[in-house]
């Protein structure tokens, strides 16, 4: 059974950082990406990153570039996603995903979710 469980959530201040994590399980992701979403109260989810399970190719939002990095361990089969100067518009619930599409943006083009985690950022 695939599992895919974020942490790290929780409430800073605007121009602060968090880092996320996305613990994987249940089957051999290599040649997957494992990406991050989010979803503001009320707003479509979103794609904010992706990386390469093999290789570390990275795809970003334009919303995340610069402020965010996704990295991997995959050793620890985790995958990380360091939010730095925050803003009050990056508050939503942050999911991880895997799919097989290198620089897909579409949900729909994932086939593993999590259960997400909040970040709230204050202004």
């Known amino acids: 059974q695939v599992q895919l469980v974020e942490s790290g959530g929780g409430l800073v201040q605007a121009g602060g950082s968090l880092r996320l994590s996305c613990a994987a399980s249940?089957?051999?992701?290599?040649?997957?990406?494992m990406g991050w979403f989010r979803q503001a109260s009320g707003k479509e989810r979103e794609f904010v990153a992706h990386i390469r399970w093999s290789g570390g190719g990275t795809f970003y939002a334009d919303s995340a570039r610069g402020r965010f990095t996704i990295s991997r361990d995959n050793a620890k089969n985790t995958v990380y996603l360091q939010m730095n100067s925050l803003k009050p518009e990056d508050t939503a619930v942050y999911f991880c995903a895997a799919g097989p599409v290198f620089k897909a943006w579409n949900q729909y083009e994932y086939d593993y979710w999590g259960q997400g985690t909040q970040v709230t950022v204050s202004s």
């Open positions: 249940g089957r051999t992701f290599s040649g997957y990406v």
